[in-house]
């Protein structure tokens, strides 16, 4: 494995899941709750987060070889996923796709119920992560591969289990400036590793192209 599969890796997934994208919405679904109740609910969005990563880093290829779609179709169709997704963080908008409908982002009548819905899925674990998780473990070989994808899903997760832990005293830091220059960086990093993997995939689909 080479470093820029680490980079691709890491700046793929923190672009798709960006904690401090997510915290504005983490804020406002625990309002009301004490700062005890808040940390426990974060806390309980990073196991949830990680032990659904897990599965779907194992079990992504299984899935795919059961319907019969081969990983270079799923990578030209995942790339347009995370085009969509880039396009949404660009504009300063929001891709229902992956951060959900306006109705599910709405207060779930009870507060527990948020750690895993709407905020683990679908708007951390949404189509462009299970989309890039499932592609990088596509590129993972032998120990150091999947020990390299297991250290970026992890850096990922660590990052945000400590910007959600804080998230009260972070968001009165964080500024919407700074929240909007993040979005728009993080859209464009996006949207040129989404370019990326459907020119990949295509030039398998469609030789001609190569």
Not at 45 to 74: K, P
Request: contains cysteine; glycine residues 10%.
């Amino acid at each position: 494995m080479t470093d820029s599969f680490v980079i691709s890796m890491f700046g793929a997934l923190f672009a798709v899941m960006n904690p401090f994208v997510n915290l504005p919405i983490f804020l406002g679904l625990t309002d009301g709750m004490d700062p005890a109740a808040q940390r426990r609910t974060a806390l309980q969005m990073v196991l949830y987060t990680a032990v659904t990563c897990a599965i779907v880093a194992v079990a992504g290829s299984a899935i795919l070889n059961f319907f019969g779609i081969s990983i270079d179709a799923f990578r030209v169709a995942g790339g347009l996923v995370l085009l969509q997704i880039g396009f949404h963080m660009l504009n300063g908008s929001e891709s229902p796709a992956h951060h959900g409908s306006e109705g599910e982002k709405r207060q779930p009548a009870s507060n527990d119920s948020i750690a895993f819905y709407p905020m683990t899925f679908p708007m951390l674990v949404g189509p462009g992560t299970i989309t890039t998780l499932i592609l990088f473990a596509g590129q993972a070989k032998g120990i150091s591969g999947w020990t390299e994808y297991g250290a970026c899903v992890a850096l990922v997760l660590l990052i945000l289990a400590v910007v959600l832990y804080f998230a009260g005293n972070i968001g009165h830091h964080l500024t919407r400036t700074a929240r909007t220059i993040m979005t728009r960086l993080m859209g464009m990093i996006l949207l040129a590793i989404a370019i990326g993997m459907i020119a990949d995939g295509a030039k398998v689909l469609l030789p001609g192209l190569s």
